[in-house]
């Protein structure tokens, strides 16, 4: 049989190996709008789907988990062709911490190749940010064109990727092609998160109750809503509308044996890394957020342009809509002259633009569209769908619109295609003749100016001066003294060489100079930390273990993971326990335990530490902690033993995650999502022998057996006996999956298991024993639901 790694895309799901055999029905419903060309459509489409909701426009809004970035033919930005799957599981996990394992860039792995690659969302996130100011007439053109929002709301899905190659240069001269580069636009001004002064002692813990719980929208410091919390509750609506498209209703139906797949990723764990990397805030202690270029557009109705746009600049350097203290200024003016191809006199239009080239530089552009809206049924029109990286609150105000308006309506918008090529064009001449031109060109003068007198003798020199100030009193416990820039209102101002090589490091990433990033921040490590700029502190641990993860190295294993490891170790402990930064957390642990994964060997152990870590601390709400169990059931399946016998294997540690995942869904009523957990376990408790499972264990085997009651109670199961089965044309049922494989020959278990449980009284009583396996997994034709010997026969034991 073909490998499951090697099979092409469009091969249907009933071909694929899988744990046990079912029979459903031959006729299903097509997902709405769905494509099956992709796997993670593959795996939806098995399921009987039906339509509960009045309103069948909602349906559009799940669409980011019922059909992947990437497979949707309607992109404004052609996506990378999907026949560039991810790399084998075998290809992925050599080991780097260990020995002879590959020593290169992940970026040279084909890890990012897929939409919905971890890596590939990183990549997504830490991208150069434009920001749209433009004036009123402009924004009613837009509106004419159906986009209430404005420029920015027509501009956004083009930027998640740049049409075309682009060529970076790094800062050794270097010159290297990417396919896959993007920026981000946003409003002016909004997304700011306003500093927080020094004051001694700990920060007061956000108003949040335990594992993420409050009555209403938990809030954050400063009253604002909490970022995590409103990310679980978009991830939650998508488990519902899942579980409630998926559960038949009409006629009993048995529920997908589907495993967890070890190559795609999870389409809501990817939904829950996008929303929560979407929502970078802009803030002082980080310049991703930060502008690097603003808009600044009128359209061919202004009576007065040139005063206009002159008004428009007023407005960002010195008006009231100027961004706060801390943000650097000088960021580059991009003047946008919006062309009504219906309406306005083009050579007026051209007379305009000359005359804004001689006023503003070179940097503007003549954007030529129809201020018409487009209708479906034009004959040149495009479906424009919604932004991937639109921000969880966003998000959250769409799904409830649709819930509380009967009349809502669909709301993916048309527009022209001669729209969507100009449209493409202004922005990959934008971003590469004037974005990466002025970061390239940022990089290199603060490299020379300020980084590299850092990193010389005497700027370690000044550092330990700054550090051991003799001959003055001791510092203040709040950490600002007189040799510090480092302010009091919570903060380093733009001209100060800390905010300098931030910013620059932040450059660095943004157009993927890794080695440079590194570096930068390792500087900057120790200067934040003298000065007891936790948040910064933390910041720049956090990009530079995640820089040295992305990177080629050289060190030794042991070094390399000593020091990932202090870094994610000060970072974890400044933003939770120092900052109280509940975000930071998170973002920081889930990252590194991705990037661990991709590494392979040693590293999947170091991942599922730190996401152990996360869930003792409790950071995550029940959405998020049932997702990174079955993540780090994922971790341990993906890491290959060594030899014949597969010694180093992590397929009884992968099972216990799964069955723990399972077990956090059921809590939740998330019956679907728990059987593909259980069915990941009986999977992976298969391929052990007899001597290593669970069946010889009655309180595990009890525990597994309780939880396949609640499960079958919770999906309605009703399993047909023979005798109803009928051989009826259209109706006759189909083989949904083949029959599981023979259990390996036994082999003498020659350790114990050292998994450390952190379930529940139930599940932690699966830590006292060796596990022993159980046999080959699949459900019987008759089954007596209340004979609990009889459950025992469903897979576990």
């Given at each position: 049989?073909?490998?499951l790694e090697?099979?092409?895309?469009?091969?249907?799901?009933?071909?694929?190996?899988?744990?046990?055999?079912?029979?459903?029905?031959?006729?299903r419903?097509?997902?709405?709008?769905?494509?099956?060309?992709?796997?993670?459509?593959?795996?939806l489409h098995?399921?009987?789907?039906?339509?509960?909701?009045?309103?069948?426009?909602?349906a559009?809004?799940?669409?980011?988990?019922?059909?992947?970035?990437?497979?949707r033919?309607?992109?404004p930005?052609?996506?990378l062709?999907l026949?560039?799957?991810?790399?084998?599981?075998?290809?992925?996990?050599?080991?780097?911490?260990?020995?002879?394992?590959?020593?290169q860039?992940?970026?040279?792995t084909?890890?990012?190749?897929?939409?919905?690659d971890p890596?590939?969302?990183?990549?997504?996130?830490f991208?150069?940010?434009?920001?749209?100011?433009?004036?009123?007439?402009v924004?009613?053109?837009?509106?004419?064109?159906g986009?209430?929002?404005?420029?920015?709301?027509?501009?956004?899905?083009?930027?998640?990727?740049?049409?075309?190659?682009?060529?970076?240069?790094?800062?050794?001269?270097g010159s290297?092609?990417?396919?896959?580069?993007?920026?981000?636009?946003?409003?002016?001004?909004?997304g700011?998160?306003?500093?927080?002064?020094?004051?001694?002692?700990?920060?007061?813990?956000?108003l949040?109750?335990?594992?993420g719980?409050?009555?209403?929208?938990?809030?954050?410091?400063g009253?604002?809503p909490?970022?995590?919390a409103?990310?679980?509750?978009?991830?939650d609506?998508?488990?519902?509308?899942?579980?409630?498209?998926?559960?038949?209703?009409t006629?009993?139906?048995?529920p997908t044996?589907?495993?967890?797949d070890l190559d795609?990723?999870s389409?809501?764990?990817?939904?829950?890394?996008?929303?929560?990397?979407?929502?970078?805030p802009l803030?002082?202690h980080?310049?991703?957020?930060?502008?690097?270029?603003?808009?600044?557009?009128?359209?061919?109705?202004?009576?007065?342009p040139?005063?206009?746009?002159r008004?428009?600049?007023?407005?960002?350097s010195s008006?009231e809509?100027?961004l706060?203290q801390w943000v650097?200024g000088?960021?580059l003016r991009?003047?946008?002259?919006?062309h009504d191809?219906?309406r306005?006199?083009?050579?007026?239009?051209?007379?305009l633009?000359?005359?804004?080239?001689?006023?503003?530089?070179?940097?503007?552009?003549?954007?030529?569209?129809r201020?018409?809206?487009?209708?479906?049924?034009?004959?040149?029109s495009?479906?424009?769908?919604?932004?991937?990286?639109?921000?969880?609150a966003?998000?959250?105000?769409d799904?409830?619109?649709?819930?509380?308006?009967?009349?809502?309506?669909?709301?993916?918008r048309h527009?022209f295609e001669?729209?969507?090529?100009a449209?493409?064009?202004?922005?990959?001449?934008?971003?590469?003749?004037?974005?990466?031109p002025?970061?390239?060109?940022?990089?290199?003068?603060w490299?020379?100016?300020?980084?590299?007198?850092?990193?010389g003798?005497?700027?370690r020199f000044?550092?330990l001066?700054?550090?051991?100030t003799?001959?003055?009193?001791?510092?203040?416990?709040s950490?600002v003294?007189?040799?510090?820039?480092?302010?009091?209102?919570?903060?380093y101002?733009?001209?100060?060489p800390?905010?300098?090589m931030?910013?620059?490091a932040?450059?660095?990433?943004?157009?993927?100079d890794?080695?440079?990033?590194?570096?930068?921040?390792?500087l900057?490590?120790?200067?934040?930390?003298?000065d007891?700029?936790?948040?910064y502190?933390?910041a720049?641990n956090?990009m530079a273990?995640l820089?040295l993860l992305?990177?080629?190295?050289?060190?030794?294993?042991?070094?390399?993971?000593?020091?990932?490891?202090q870094?994610?170790?000060?970072?974890?402990?400044?933003?939770?326990?120092?900052?109280?930064s509940?975000?930071?957390?998170?973002?920081?642990?889930?990252?590194?335990l991705?990037?661990l994964?991709?590494?392979?060997?040693?590293?999947?152990?170091?991942?599922?530490?730190?996401?152990?870590?996360v869930?003792?601390?409790?950071l995550?709400?029940?959405?998020?902690?049932?997702?990174?169990?079955?993540?780090m059931?994922?971790?341990?399946?993906?890491?290959?033993?060594?030899?014949?016998?597969?010694?180093g294997?992590?397929?009884?540690?992968?099972a216990?995650?799964?069955?723990l995942?399972?077990e956090?869904?059921?809590?939740?009523?998330?019956?679907?999502?728990?059987q593909?957990?259980?069915?990941?376990?009986?999977?992976?408790?298969?391929?052990?022998?007899?001597?290593?499972g669970?069946?010889?264990?009655?309180?595990?085997?009890d525990f597994?057996?309780?939880?396949?009651?609640?499960l079958?109670?919770?999906?309605?199961?009703?399993?047909?006996?023979?005798?109803?089965?009928t051989?009826?044309g259209?109706?006759?049922p189909?083989?949904?999956?083949d029959?599981?494989?023979?259990?390996?020959?036994?082999?003498?278990a020659?350790?114990?298991?050292?998994?450390?449980?952190s379930?529940?009284?139930g599940?932690?009583?699966?830590?006292?024993?060796?596990?022993?396996?159980?046999?080959?997994?699949?459900?019987?034709?008759?089954?007596d639901e209340?004979?609990?010997?009889?459950?025992?026969?469903?897979?576990?034991?």
């Open positions: 049989m073909q490998p090697d099979a092409p895309l469009t091969e249907p799901v009933q071909s694929l190996p899988m744990a046990a055999a079912m029979r459903l029905p031959r006729q419903q097509s997902l709405p709008g769905g494509d099956s060309s992709h796997p993670l459509d593959a795996s098995s399921l009987p789907l039906r339509e509960r909701r009045a309103n069948p426009s909602a559009s809004l799940f669409r980011s988990t019922l059909t992947p970035p990437g497979s033919s309607a992109s930005a052609p996506s062709s026949g560039t799957r991810s790399p084998s599981r075998a290809a992925m996990s050599g080991s780097v911490f260990g020995g002879g394992g590959f020593k860039s992940l970026l040279d084909g890890a990012a190749d897929s939409p919905g890596l590939n969302l990183i990549l997504k996130s991208v150069p940010h434009i920001a749209i100011h433009g004036s009123q007439d924004n009613d053109l837009v509106a004419e064109k986009f209430a929002g404005g420029l920015w709301e027509l501009l956004r899905p083009f930027g998640e990727r740049v049409q075309g190659k682009v060529a970076i240069r790094d800062s050794n001269g290297r092609t990417w396919e896959d580069f993007s920026v981000r636009f946003t409003r002016f001004g909004e700011i998160e306003d500093s927080e002064p020094v004051a001694g002692g700990m920060r007061s813990p956000p949040m109750a335990v594992n719980q409050a009555g209403g929208i938990p809030k954050g410091p009253g604002r909490n970022l995590i409103q990310v679980e509750r978009v991830v609506r998508h488990l519902n509308y899942a579980e409630d498209a998926y559960m038949g209703i006629s009993p139906t048995t044996r589907h495993s967890l795609a990723t389409p809501y764990y990817a939904l829950y890394l996008r929303r929560l990397l979407s929502g970078i803030s002082s980080e310049s991703f957020a930060h502008p690097v270029a603003c808009v600044m557009a009128i359209s061919s109705r202004n009576p007065s040139i005063e206009a746009l008004r428009l600049y007023t407005e960002t008006g809509h100027r706060p650097d000088d960021y991009y003047y946008v002259l919006v191809e219906e306005s006199d083009i050579t007026k239009s051209m007379a633009f000359d005359q804004m080239k001689r006023h503003f530089g070179l940097h503007c552009h003549l954007l030529r569209i201020s018409s809206e487009s209708a479906e049924t034009d004959d040149d495009i479906p424009l769908p919604r932004s991937d990286w639109m921000t969880a966003e998000e959250l105000a799904i409830e619109k649709s819930e509380s308006q009967e009349d809502f309506e669909d709301p993916t527009i001669s729209d969507a090529t449209i493409r064009t202004f922005i990959r001449e934008m971003v590469i003749q004037s974005v990466i002025t970061m390239e060109r940022n990089i290199s003068v490299n020379d100016q300020v980084a590299s007198r850092r990193r003798i005497s700027g000044m550092s001066s700054k550090r051991w003799f001959g003055s009193s001791s510092r203040s416990s950490g003294g007189g040799s510090t820039n480092y302010d009091a209102l919570g903060f101002r733009p001209d100060t800390e905010a300098i931030r910013r620059l932040d450059f660095a990433f943004m157009l993927r890794w080695k440079l990033a590194m570096s930068t921040y390792d900057l490590r120790t200067d934040f930390q003298n007891k700029a936790w948040k502190h933390a720049a956090e273990a820089s992305i990177m080629p190295q050289n060190m030794s294993s042991k070094t390399r993971i000593e020091t990932i490891n870094m994610l170790e000060q970072a974890f402990y400044s933003y939770h326990i120092r900052c109280q509940l975000y930071g957390a998170i973002r920081c642990t889930v990252l590194a991705e990037l994964r991709l590494r392979g060997g040693s590293g999947i152990d170091e991942a599922v530490r730190w996401g152990i870590r869930l003792e601390a409790r995550m709400g029940p959405v998020g902690d049932a997702l990174l169990k079955e993540r059931a994922i971790c341990y399946a993906s890491k290959q033993g060594t030899g014949s016998q597969a010694w294997s992590r397929k009884r540690k992968s216990l995650w799964s069955v995942g399972a956090a869904w059921i809590a939740q009523s998330k019956f679907i999502q728990a593909r957990c259980l069915n990941e376990a009986r999977k992976m408790y298969s391929l052990l022998p007899g001597e290593c669970v069946q010889n264990f009655a309180v595990a085997s597994l057996a309780h939880l396949n009651d609640q079958k109670e919770g999906l309605r199961i009703e399993i047909p006996t023979r005798d109803d089965e051989d009826d259209d109706e006759e189909e083989l949904l999956m029959e599981e494989s023979e259990t390996l020959d036994r082999r003498r020659r350790r114990t298991s050292l998994i450390i449980s379930g529940g009284g599940a932690a009583s699966l830590e006292t024993a060796p596990l022993t396996p159980l046999a080959p997994a699949r459900l019987s034709a008759v089954e209340g004979d609990v010997a009889s459950s025992r026969q469903d897979g576990f034991g």
